[in-house]
């Protein structure tokens, strides 16, 4: 079985309106149609005749009416689904209100292709898939960089997987094409679901060219995963006894960016090979050197739950409740350092309660927080990005960004660009000159083109400036709170590029 369940990214605004669609939709389904636990077969068909679009009997009441009715549960469940993981993002970018009329159009628009290729069925058509598809023809170009979260449970695998939305798009409607092409009776409006997509994909276009709607430029990378755990194989941490090929969970980083190399293949005689954190920068921002003791960093943002895993932390690191609470609060999301390794293991046992899920890094595998280069120009070409700081140039590949951080410091827009080779921070901020017009507008323009069409890990706030959004989600009171978050997030990508995530 493999299943659709969810997708990244999601908006941060509350998308009241696809939720009250699907809420529509199961309503008609359990309490106003009628249902197949309760009523004859005689009269769910009497239903459909009166209420279901039928072409040979045209009328505007049953064309609105029939997109909230489903044959059955899996025809609901499957519309709802595809609805719950591309509605929520179309809503975001078409506004509200212009969410409705887009959705109830898109139903329209798919019944009259229907309409048109079928003008004498008597055949009741219902369900929601038209709307939806002119919902996915819409997700096609607003979201171009989301990717859709499939569960698949294959005897004893079970697991998830992610594929392109772009993708998962262009199949379902390959499917469509080709199942109207080969004609015959499938028992599926595929008119419906081609015309609804067409229609979608076309309005959406119109939109974006009047700029009256733009797409998502920026969003999390998941990396498709097809590892095959048996869930009657674990122990009790939930981890799996036997390792499978590929799963070596320590396995050393071997990407061509060469990072962790002691002397790098390319250096700018402007810039410093600083692997290690200047004499003067604190304990926190220089990578741990003890070796055999590990350093725990958390995945995902922690602030939440402070308050309770802050007793966890304290009785196996030696300090108290409080002492642990303000050192997690001051360092985001690294949870520990130089403890040992079974210590180590001890506390991912211990977070993974809390639904805190963490990374464990020998200490040599930690890196710095390199120095800050101001940047007074920064000019992205077809070959990678062109860094300029005073008299200085370099250019670097996108593939050679090892992250990109952005954050409201002190209310001032800052972003900080890590590059490999050398391991450098190329610093942007609105006080900074960098465009000879330093607003927001050039920067997320600039920002979004290098993005397009690469998997550069980003964090929230470049979402923020490039899809517009909340800063106070990635506001820093100051300068060092700023840098503790990047030290943090230079952890977590680390640890994913060496495997360990």
Known sequence: MILPIGDVQKPEKTPYVNYALLGINIFVFLFIQPNQLTASRWEIQEFFEQYAFVPARFSFLTLFFSMFMHGGLWHLIGNMLFLYIAGDNVEDRLGKIGYIFFYLACGVAASMAYFLFNLGSTIPTLGASGAISGVMGAYFLLCPRNQVKFFYWIFFFIGVFYVSARVVVVFYFAIDLIMFLLGGESGIAVEAHIGGTIFGF????????????????????????????????????????????????????????????????????????????????????????????????????????????????????????????????????????????????????????????????????????????????????????????????????????????????????????????????????????????????????????????HNIPVNRGVKVLVDGGDWSRVAFPSQEDFDRYCYWLIQVVNARNRGFI
């Open 202 to 453: 076309l309005v959406t276009l119109a939109l974006i060219k009047m700029h009256l709607a733009s797409p998502y430029l920026a969003t999390e990378h998941h990396a498709r995963s097809f590892r095959k755990v048996s869930p009657f194989a674990r122990d009790h941490r939930g981890r799996p006894f036997i390792q499978f090929p590929g799963s070596k969970p320590y396995a050393r980083y071997s990407n061509q960016r060469h990072i962790f190399r002691d002397k790098p293949r390319e250096q700018a005689d402007w810039l410093s090979d600083s692997y290690a954190a200047p004499p003067h920068a604190p304990a926190w921002q220089q990578a741990q050197t003890t070796s055999g003791l590990f350093t725990v960093v958390a995945r995902k943002p922690i602030g939440g739950s402070v308050s309770r895993i802050a007793p966890a932390v304290a009785s196996l690191t030696g300090v108290t409740a409080e002492q642990a609470a303000h050192a997690l609060r001051a360092d985001y999301g690294v949870i520990a350092r130089n403890i040992p390794g079974q210590a180590a293991a001890s506390l991912e046992a211990s977070l993974a309660q809390f639904d805190v899920t963490v990374a464990l890094l020998r200490n040599e595998d930690t890196i710095d927080l390199p120095p800050v280069q101001e940047l007074t120009n920064m000019v992205p070409g077809d070959a990678g990005v062109t860094f300029y700081t005073g008299t200085h140039s370099l250019t670097k590949r996108r593939d050679e960004i090892f992250l990109m951080v952005c954050g409201a410091v002190g209310g001032v827009p800052t972003m900080d660009i890590y590059t490999y080779e050398p391991w450098t921070r190329f610093r942007v901020s609105r006080e900074s000159k960098v465009f000879e017009h330093p607003t927001p507008a050039n920067i997320r323009s600039i920002t979004a083109r290098i993005l397009k069409g």
